[in-house]
């Protein structure tokens, strides 16, 4: 893993979300190579040819090289140095803490005719940059360490990051001096202008040009809600989501899979919540029913935990919304996208949904097609398309490859039609 260490034309974002995002991707990768197994046998299969002469292989970029290349656009690339046990979490996150600190310090102590550039703005994005570069190790140790006790360290020291962090937009004293920069009325371009409108604009996002009281309030709703998305993630991430089947319920898994599935007789339990089993399961088991428990499963977990923490998010974004001045949370969030305002990012997708729907419709047939050559199969539902698209039980000589070619140019418009039906 490569850590991005700083880029200066990018203010790091504070918004708890981009873990979710990351675990997302995690689970589309699997998905993908899940799914690149099952077609593995039938592309091994096809003889590939080339108009073009043999080329020699292009030779590997060594470290350094992705180092050199990086430094280009003025950023470092190191390799993470992790933490084993949970007395190195607390003392790494107290250092970098106390080092961020020590550097707010400096550029607070700027003096306000000397205040260019590189002493206030640039200064307070390297704080960020080197903050990110612990908190976002520690995360990984959050969500993926195999030992609990190293989970729930890293868990209170991400929260212990995550208010130190929100709480640098209220440091005052930084912000003078970075205010004092500002008044200079400096002549930028490129990235250094960027990042100075990004800077700008977040420090108003954060309440800095609201009276004293209000700046209180927002900040203190902000450590709230950081902490509130943390936990939200970390229950749905350690939830248990067994379900028991019987080999009947099963059918279309391998006998390897039910070996390693047994826990009784004639009773296989698969944990819905762990993404091999899942992902195999989904695409291999025939019975629909079966599909849909653990479909079902696997988005309810932890729903008990979860249900109030995601009630009491929507109710301070809200609060938060109102505090900052905007018609509502999504006005806030679209803000720094190109639709500017919830109203335009969902009118833009209503569009979508519009002008893609024959296109949906004319897919939805084509899955009904497939789905008919499957024993005891029905309808169309969101929990079959997964099966459909990548089940093997489908022959690929006909269906499968004819499948690829479908998806591969229109995955765009089944996801963004669906995300539209949503957001109805």
Same mark, same amino acid.
């Given at each position: 893993m490569?850590i991005?260490?700083s880029?200066?034309?990018?203010?790091?974002f504070?918004?708890r979300a981009e873990k979710?995002?990351?675990?997302?991707?995690?689970?589309?990768?699997?998905? *993908?190579?899940?799914?690149?197994?099952?077609?593995?046998?039938?592309?091994?299969?096809?003889?590939?040819?080339?108009?073009?002469?043999?080329?020699?292989p292009?030779?590997?970029?060594?470290f350094r090289?992705?180092?050199?290349?990086?430094a280009?656009?003025?950023?470092?690339?190191?390799?993470?140095?992790?933490?084993?046990?949970?007395?190195?979490?607390?003392a790494?996150v107290?250092?970098?803490?106390?080092?961020a600190?020590?550097?707010?310090?400096?550029?607070?102590g700027?003096?306000?005719?000397g205040?260019?550039f590189?002493?206030?703005?640039?200064?307070?994005?390297?704080?960020y940059?080197?903050?990110?570069?612990?908190?976002?190790?520690?995360?990984?140790?959050?969500?993926?360490?195999?030992?609990?006790?190293?989970?729930?360290?890293?868990?209170?020291?991400?929260q212990?990051?995550?208010?130190?962090?929100?709480?640098?937009?209220?440091r005052?004293?930084?912000?003078?001096?970075?205010?004092?920069y500002?008044?200079?009325?400096?002549?930028?371009?490129?990235?250094?202008?960027?990042?100075?409108?990004?800077t700008?604009?977040?420090?108003k996002?954060?309440?800095?040009?609201?009276?004293?009281?209000?700046?209180?309030?927002?900040?203190?709703?902000?450590k709230?809600l950081?902490?509130?998305?943390?936990?939200?993630? =970390?229950?749905?991430?350690n939830?248990?989501?067994?379900?028991?089947f019987?080999?009947?319920e099963?059918?279309? =898994?391998?006998?390897d899979?039910?070996?390693q599935?047994k826990t009784?007789?004639?009773?296989?339990?698969?944990?819905?919540?762990?993404?091999?089993?899942?992902?195999?399961?989904?695409?291999?088991?025939?019975?629909?029913?079966?599909?849909?428990r653990?479909?079902?499963?696997?988005?309810?977990?932890a729903?008990?935990?979860?249900?109030?923490?995601?009630?009491q998010?929507?109710?301070?974004?809200a609060?938060?919304a109102e505090?900052l001045?905007?018609g509502?949370?999504?006005?806030?969030q679209?803000?720094?996208?190109?639709?500017?305002?919830?109203?335009?990012?969902?009118?833009?997708?209503?569009? *979508?949904?519009?002008?893609?729907?024959?296109?949906?419709?004319?897919?939805?047939?084509?899955?009904?097609?497939?789905?008919a050559? =499957?024993?005891?199969?029905?309808?169309i539902?969101?929990?079959?398309?997964?099966?459909?698209?990548?089940?093997?039980?489908?022959?690929?000589?006909?269906?499968?490859?004819?499948f690829?070619?479908?998806?591969?140019k229109?995955?765009f418009?089944?996801?963004t039609?669906?995300r539209?039906?949503?957001?109805?």
């Amino acid at each position: 893993m490569i850590i991005l260490l700083s880029c200066r034309p990018f203010r790091p974002f504070l918004d708890r979300a981009e873990k979710y995002v990351r675990l997302a991707v995690s689970l589309v990768a699997t998905t *993908l190579a899940a799914s690149f197994c099952n077609f593995a046998p039938l592309w091994a299969d096809q003889t590939v040819t080339s108009d073009h002469p043999a080329t020699s292989p292009t030779p590997k970029l060594q470290f350094r090289d992705l180092q050199d290349q990086a430094a280009r656009f003025n950023s470092v690339l190191t390799l993470p140095d992790w933490e084993t046990t949970v007395a190195q979490v607390d003392a790494n996150v107290d250092a970098a803490i106390a080092d961020a600190n020590r550097q707010l310090g400096a550029i607070a102590g700027v003096d306000p005719k000397g205040a260019t550039f590189e002493n206030t703005v640039r200064a307070l994005d390297d704080v960020y940059a080197k903050v990110f570069q612990t908190g976002r190790r520690i995360v990984v140790l959050e969500q993926a360490h195999p030992e609990p006790k190293m989970r729930s360290a890293s868990l209170d020291a991400t929260q212990k990051l995550d208010e130190f962090v929100v709480g640098i937009d209220y440091r005052k004293d930084v912000y003078r001096s970075i205010k004092a920069y500002l008044d200079t009325n400096p002549h930028l371009e490129g990235q250094d202008a960027r990042l100075v409108e990004f800077t700008v604009r977040d420090y108003k996002r954060a309440g800095l040009t609201l009276p004293d009281e209000k700046q209180q309030k927002v900040e203190a709703l902000r450590k709230k809600l950081a902490s509130i998305q943390t936990h939200f993630l =970390v229950n749905a991430n350690n939830a248990a989501a067994p379900l028991k089947f019987t080999k009947d319920e099963l059918e279309g =898994v391998s006998d390897d899979f039910l070996r390693q599935a047994k826990t009784g007789e004639n009773e296989y339990t698969v944990d819905a919540n762990v993404p091999p089993q899942y992902i195999y399961a989904m695409t291999n088991c025939v019975k629909e029913e079966t599909r849909k428990r653990l479909c079902i499963a696997r988005d309810t977990r932890a729903k008990e935990k979860n249900l109030p923490l995601a009630t009491q998010a929507i109710e301070i974004r809200a609060r938060l919304a109102e505090l900052l001045g905007y018609g509502s949370w999504a006005d806030y969030q679209e803000e720094v996208k190109m639709a500017k305002t919830g109203k335009a990012a969902l009118d833009f997708e209503e569009r *979508l949904k519009t002008a893609l729907e024959p296109k949906y419709q004319a897919e939805t047939a084509e899955l009904k097609k497939a789905k008919a050559s =499957v024993p005891r199969s029905k309808s169309i539902t969101s929990i079959r398309r997964h099966f459909v698209c990548i089940s093997p039980s489908i022959a690929y000589s006909t269906v499968c490859s004819r499948f690829m070619n479908i998806f591969s140019k229109s995955r765009f418009a089944r996801s963004t039609h669906r995300r539209s039906t949503k957001t109805m």
